[in-house]
Nanobody
């Protein structure tokens, strides 16, 4: 089993930046990919970005060029740098992991989840 603990997030003005962190512990060698999902009010949880253990990345179209997913292997931590934030990025953000491909999957296919963190972008 893998435990995921998130940090970061908060309130920022439109155009600002935030960084989210997700630190994994436990059976981390079983992880194939780490991802960031978000859930906006009244919406289903959606995949925002993902990073495989081989370094392949995925971004949903609405964040391409603005968000960057990365990792620090020594700290077993995945980050998501969010720049040029927009009010529509307001959501609760979750990190998650998968044991097998593909990375583009519904949230039900991801195994472990962080506790979630609120990101609010004011206009």
């Amino acid at each position: 089993q893998v435990q995921l603990v998130q940090s970061g997030g908060g309130l920022v003005q439109s155009g600002g930046s935030l960084r989210l962190s997700c630190t994994a512990s436990g059976s981390v060698s079983t992880i194939y990919a780490m991802a960031w999902y978000r859930q906006r009010p009244g919406k289903q949880r959606e995949l925002v970005a993902a990073l495989t253990r081989t370094g392949r990345t995925y971004y949903t179209d609405s964040v391409k060029g603005r968000f960057t997913i990365s990792r620090d292997n020594a700290k077993i931590t995945v980050y998501m740098q969010m720049n040029s934030l927009k009010p529509e990025d307001t959501a609760v953000y979750y990190c998650a992991d998968r044991r097998d491909p593909p990375v583009v999957a519904t949230f039900r296919d991801y195994t472990d989840w962080g506790q979630g963190t609120q990101v609010t972008v004011s206009s």
